[in-house]
């Protein structure tokens, strides 16, 4: 019997898969959340307003169990609720860090330092689909000052917008778990659909430059359609891109 000889880019995709497995993990306690949260806040905000404070207690348990997620490096968890949905007090009930500390919400009085939550990509985006994304790297000033990749689910009630469940992960840490599989792939990086390096065992990249011939509209598209230069592979699940020097 002849066996068909394995494909060039198998071993690339299996490191691929192992990217998308990861990300799994990270996605799943947060889906499990959602209508858990969803129904605590709905029974709260039949009862009257929803103030930061009662955000914050509703968010603590499931957050935490986000945070006892095995086998994922999670730094931090919580919710961002909608301005419509909190009339007062902090929107955002989050516990990050070794020590699960809340969130200090002096972050978001007024002045020049107060942060509009809305403009932010791990907000905006999942406001506006109606879908989970993955925003980053970013360097994340809210909340670790680390760069950072946040995982983010919509949580929707009737059919309304309420905010959106939330998790980050280091990039530090993605790259203690992530760096081994690409072993054997020299010049193997991981890049986001903006072109912009994840992480990379190429010294030339750091996370965060811009790819070489990545485009800022057209993302991996020049370097998808070059001949030779590059071998592209894309997650079918996340906004992912292995880019492999050829």
Known sequence: MTVAPEPADAP??????????????VFAP????????????RRQSERGSLTGRHLAALAKP?????????????????????????????PLAWWQGPDRALLASS????????????????????EATGDRHVAGPFVDYLCSNEVTITSAVPLLVGGDFWGVVCADVLVSSLEEALLPVLDGHAGSTLVNANGRVVLSNDPDFETGDRYPGA????????LE?????????????YPFSLVVAA
């Open 62 to 90: 499931g957050a935490y169990e986000v945070l006892d997620t095995e086998g994922r490096p999670l730094y931090g968890a919580g919710f961002c609720a909608s301005d419509e949905l909190v009339g007062e007090g902090n």
């Open 225 to 237: 359609r070059s001949e030779g230069a590059v071998r592209v592979l894309s997650s079918q699940r």
């Open 12 to 25: 690339l995709r299996e490191a691929l898969r192992h990217v998308d497995e990861f990300f799994d993990g």
């Open 107 to 126: 972050t978001f009085g007024p002045g020049q330092a107060a942060i509009d939550l809305m403009r932010l990509e791990w907000y905006r985006v999942p």
């Open 215 to 222: 485009d800022p509209d057209d993302g991996l598209g020049a």
């Open 30 to 41: 947060l889906d499990r959340w959602v209508p858990t949260l969803a129904s605590a806040l």
